[in-house]
């Protein structure tokens, strides 16, 4: 018998305990190099935990919903046992010594899974256990009949269920119901946070608008020609992005931090860009902005998207950032006063582009605008500065040309 064990993998300085959450085998199943054994949920991220090596489950010491801390060991794993012959322990109870044959080891090591998890997806997976939804029980339309994330959704609706986040309540007359649901870590976390930033900053906000016609028109007439040469689409966050960088310079008050007594002013541009997913909210950082271009942005962005949906944006993608964006437009926000995140001393809020009447030159013409909004820090910021630099993101995206000469 060979015991390895599964350890929590090392957590960031800033983050010290994490949460089991799913457990994708049970003790005496079959595991292969590689394949996701749990998902570990940090107040920053899910995380996926490989198995280091092939063999059997053969002991889980730390059970769903369990909090850990990096370094703990949560199961073992038997590279020479036999997933048929392997006993189901407990932590109470020590594996007992198996008599292996070494063809026998082998196939374990290629058992597949048990039905319902090798044909589910990963993101698939996690959505299931926050709807609480059997994956067995659903139909997979992926390859090879795998279930994917909008099965489940499909289930969601056709079974009419709802996650636990938004708990479906009988309503029969004269009924008056509660139910207590649990945040989750990443939840408790904003929360944390946002409490933290409206009690340790003097935050105001301030707001104007733009005429996105310009860039509208920039984009409409290279699109075609962006997606081909650079294999992504010419969105709008990237204009906003260099927009936000134009201003820091004007401003680099507005990228710097309070730290007690001290104000740091940061020789950098790491945006954060704010993105909603299915277990809140997270900010994945664009290192050294200033330095990429609008393809480089909108590569990252569309990334940093789609590894949001599935839990895989990673905690060293989430850690520092000196100014952050956040863009309530795509969920049809008109306007906002967004909230900062610290340390940072302000955040830049978008919103949606409406055809909206204006005055040129003694007329009324319909514009599509923008409203933006700045909340920032008034002990480090002075209104003067706030105000001046949303001027200068409006200058900016109406007269994107600037960036190209170099204005």
Known sequence: MSIIEVKVPQLSESVTEATLLTWHKQAGDAVSEGENLIDIETDKVVLELPAIKSGVLSKIIKKDGAQVGGGEVIAEIDTEAVAQSAPVVTPDAPPAEKTVAPEAAVAA???????????TTPSARKLAHQLEIDPAQVQGSGKHGQVTKEDVRGALQKNGAASPAQPSLPTAAGERNEQRVPMTRIRQRIAERLLQSQANAAILTTFNEVNMQPVMELRSRYKDRFEQKHGVKLGFSSFFVKAAVYALKKFPVVNA?????????HGYFDIGMAIGSERGLVVPILRDADRMSLADIEHRIADYAARAKDGKITMEELTG??????????FGSMLSTPIINPPQSAILGIHATKDRPVAENGQVVIRPMNYLALSYDHRIIDGREA?????AIKEFLENPGLVLLDL
């Open 321 to 330: 950032g000196t100014f952050s964006i956040t863009n309530g437009g795509v």
């Open 387 to 391: 105000v001046q630099f949303l001027v």
């Open 257 to 265: 931090s309070v730290d007690g007594k001290d104000f740091i002013y």
């Open 109 to 119: 090591r290629v058992a597949p899974e048990p039905t319902g998890f090798a044909q």
